[in-house]
């Protein structure tokens, strides 16, 4: 059994944590901040669009053409596969159920009235049933912040013309007051509708407007917690003879707070150690104990990460590893660091190559129709997810990264984050015995 250390608990961190506890790991999670899930939708996005914005149809077939540093490619299309049944598997464990493959891209609704294409969905953003229909319904809620049913409703009729009716219908909230404290988002509505009295009101106020030839679109509302989410769903819609299906992601996102609250719940169960407001600002390494020789003589290739260590209020602590897992995210969560013509990975100081020229990092206008340029930078990793140098050398064994640290992707033009997110935290895993292996020799040849 190793002790594993895991940096991050956004979705890739926390993936990556059930996996190496199921595999009978000792594991602690260093968390500082919340990870992306409270922004982004719970859905996994495997790959939606190719290089020149055209729609992925069957996203595994697409990914087998991908060329490294892709992380799709670095794993292998296998791997892949793997990892979205693992995942299914993990999310059913908890009760939550997540639907699809990795063949078909599924059409999600937005809170714009679009469609985007994702692989595994809840069933609450199953959209058939709205391509199915002759009627839609959408549903909004008075006082409810950054949702605009107008908007979709506009855009839905854009998109389907003549073919369907289009309509908005507004709850009203009884609740008596705090109605002007402060304003409202879709959590509130979300745990409103884990009540008898909110479920109540919402059926009473919408039973005349549907039937089984309309579909309600509503924003993530069906319930905070993933295990209720269903028996929610499925109260209403056999209360309202209709079908319901959520938006994909408003901030707070309702689907991600869900996923989020199942990993945390799984990594519980399995005895993972979630240390929070736990910032890693530095590591000592094997180097450093290797008698009568400086640091920086020691080969790179021969370093070992011992312990990782966490600063804050004046105070440091030292958490000793067997393995370590990066799962800090990209620049946006400060997982890489940007400077004027440098970026760098801030924990190990892994120096990220980039253009001289800070102007060839991106194209002029952001919204141009093709992935950015400083979208794919990232950590360079070999197979294994190790880092390498430039000559494509390990420079620390038992160091493995994951995420959206990595480089070689775009996954906001590709719609593939989470998908790469969950691909690589099972890779990383599946990994550990080899790289503790590896270590171990590595640090028998030093001593």
């Given at each position: 059994?190793a002790?594993?250390?895991?940096?991050g608990a956004?979705?890739s961190?926390l993936?990556?944590?059930?996996?190496?506890?199921?595999a009978?790991h000792?594991?602690?999670v260093?968390?500082?901040?919340?990870g992306?899930?409270?922004?982004a939708?719970?859905?996994i996005d495997?790959y939606?669009y190719?290089?020149?914005?055209n729609?992925?149809?069957?996203?595994l077939e697409?990914?087998?053409?991908?060329?490294?540093?892709h992380?799709?490619?670095l794993?292998?299309?296998?791997?892949v596969?793997e990892?979205i049944?693992?995942f299914?598997?993990?999310?059913?464990?908890q009760?939550?159920i997540?639907?699809?493959?990795g063949?078909?891209?599924?059409?999600?609704?937005?809170?714009i009235g679009?469609?985007?294409p994702?692989?595994?969905?809840?069933?609450s953003?199953?959209?058939?049933?709205?391509f199915?229909r002759?009627?839609?319904?959408?549903?909004?809620f008075e006082?409810?912040?950054?949702?605009?049913?107008?908007?979709?409703a506009?855009?839905?009729?854009?998109f389907?013309g003549?073919k369907?009716?289009?309509?908005?219908?507004q709850?009203m909230?009884?609740?008596?007051s705090?109605?002007?404290?402060?304003?409202?988002?879709?959590?509130?509505?979300a745990?409103e509708?884990e009540?008898?009295l909110g479920?109540l009101?919402?059926?009473?106020?919408?039973?005349?407007?549907?039937?089984?030839?309309?579909?309600?679109?509503?924003p993530?509302v069906l319930?905070?917690?993933?295990?209720l989410?269903?028996?929610?769903?499925?109260?209403?819609?056999?209360?309202l003879?209709?079908k319901?299906?959520e938006?994909?992601?408003?901030?707070?996102?309702?689907?991600g707070?869900?996923l989020?609250?199942?990993?945390?719940n799984?990594?519980?169960?399995?005895?993972?150690?979630?240390v929070e407001k736990?910032?890693?600002i530095?590591?000592?390494s094997q180097?450093?104990?290797?008698?009568?020789l400086e640091a920086?003589?020691?080969?790179?290739?021969?370093?070992v990460?011992?312990?990782l260590?966490?600063g804050?209020?004046?105070h440091?602590?030292e958490y000793?590893?067997?393995?370590?897992i990066?799962?800090?995210?990209?620049?946006f969560?400060?997982?890489?660091?940007?400077?004027?013509?440098?970026m760098?990975e801030?924990i190990?100081?892994?120096?990220i190559?980039?253009?001289?020229?800070q102007?060839?990092w991106?194209?002029?206008?952001?919204?141009c129709g093709?992935?950015?340029?400083?979208?794919?930078?990232g950590?360079?990793?070999n197979?294994n997810?190790?880092?390498?140098?430039?000559t494509?050398?390990?420079?620390?064994?038992n160091v493995q990264f994951?995420g959206?640290?990595?480089?070689?992707?775009d996954?906001?033009f590709e719609?593939s984050?989470?998908?790469?997110?969950?691909?690589?935290a099972?890779?990383?895993?599946?990994?550990l015995?080899?790289?503790?292996?590896?270590?171990?020799?590595?640090s028998?040849s030093?001593?």
């Amino acid at each position: 059994m190793a002790n594993v250390l895991i940096v991050g608990a956004g979705i890739s961190g926390l993936v990556a944590a059930c996996y190496a506890a199921k595999a009978g790991h000792q594991v602690k999670v260093l968390s500082y901040g919340q990870g992306a899930l409270t922004v982004a939708g719970g859905i996994i996005d495997l790959y939606g669009y190719d290089q020149n914005g055209n729609l992925v149809t069957d996203p595994l077939e697409h990914i087998a053409t991908l060329p490294k540093p892709h992380p799709y490619a670095l794993v292998g299309t296998k791997r892949v596969e793997e990892a979205i049944e693992a995942f299914k598997e993990l999310t059913a464990s908890q009760n939550y159920i997540y639907v699809g493959d990795g063949h078909h891209n599924q059409k999600v609704p937005t809170a714009i009235g679009s469609f985007k294409p994702s692989c595994l969905i809840p069933p609450s953003v199953e959209s058939d049933a709205i391509f199915e229909r002759p009627k839609i319904v959408v549903v909004g809620f008075e006082l409810l912040k950054d949702y605009y049913p107008k908007l979709i409703a506009k855009n839905l009729q854009h998109f389907f013309g003549d073919k369907k009716e289009v309509s908005i219908k507004q709850v009203m909230l009884h609740w008596p007051s705090g109605r002007n404290y402060r304003d409202v988002s879709a959590l509130d509505i979300a745990r409103e509708l884990e009540t008898d009295l909110g479920r109540l009101n919402f059926v009473e106020q919408l039973k005349g407007a549907c039937g089984p030839d309309t579909a309600l679109i509503i924003p993530p509302v069906l319930g905070e917690r993933p295990e209720l989410s269903a028996s929610i769903q499925k109260d209403l819609e056999q209360r309202l003879n209709t079908k319901l299906v959520e938006v994909s992601s408003i901030p707070p996102s309702v689907t991600g707070l869900r996923l989020d609250k199942l990993l945390r719940n799984a990594c519980f169960s399995l005895g993972v150690d979630i240390v929070e407001k736990a910032q890693v600002i530095g590591f000592t390494s094997q180097a450093d104990e290797v008698a009568n020789l400086e640091a920086n003589k020691v080969p790179t290739a021969s370093k070992v990460c011992r312990t990782l260590i966490t600063g804050g209020f004046g105070h440091t602590h030292e958490y000793k590893a067997d393995a370590v897992i990066v799962a800090t995210g990209g620049f946006f969560s400060s997982g890489l660091v940007t400077q004027m013509g440098r970026m760098y990975e801030p924990i190990f100081g892994l120096e990220i190559k980039v253009p001289e020229d800070q102007k060839d990092w991106s194209h002029q206008y952001l919204f141009c129709g093709k992935p950015q340029p400083f979208a794919s930078y990232g950590v360079a990793v070999n197979e294994n997810l190790q880092p390498v140098d430039p000559t494509g050398e390990v420079v620390l064994s038992n160091v493995q990264f994951i995420g959206r640290s990595l480089q070689g992707y775009d996954f906001c033009f590709e719609k593939s984050g989470n998908g790469v997110a969950i691909t690589t935290a099972y890779h990383a895993v599946k990994q550990l015995d080899e790289i503790l292996a590896q270590t171990k020799a590595l640090s028998d040849s030093l001593f």
